[in-house]
């Protein structure tokens, strides 16, 4: 049960319904994939999930059979589905996604922070990625991303 989401620059792009949505987006589709919510289903095979967790998930579905896949690489998946862009997403009152994409979210993260993991995840991964620390460092044009990545 979705309880906050947030918005993307993705869906400000399907909002506008730009170029790339009209090519990429089917229609109807519930956009959305910056979110926490509340276990209140489970399917019979998922483990470490209880009713009542709080949780959040990562955005892009993949396949787990293609090489990428196999050899631990899923953000490389040739097959990927996109939350809230191939398949309905969170700007509505129940998600369903596999377990592989979920995880717990602490009680001591409130559910605003919760909701933006998914870029606060994305900035944190390239601030750290490269050995910069005294080093100057610029970010031209920084949106939201930027913004956390310079914060890290």
Known sequence: KIKKTAICGTDVHIYNWDEWSQKTIPVPMVVGH??????????QEVRGFDIGDRVSGEGHITC???RN????????????????????????????????NAFKIPDEISDDLASIFDPFGNAVHTALSFDLVGEDVLITG???IGIMAAAV
């Open 64 to 66: 787990g059979h293609c």
């Open 142 to 144: 920084a949106g939201p």
């Open 34 to 43: 910056e979110y926490v919510g509340e276990v209140v289903a489970i399917g």
């Open 69 to 100: 896949c196999r050899g631990g690489r899923t953000h490389l998946c040739r097959n990927t589905i996109g939350v809230g862009v191939n398949r309905e997403g969170a700007f509505a009152e129940y998600l369903v996604i596999p377990a592989f």
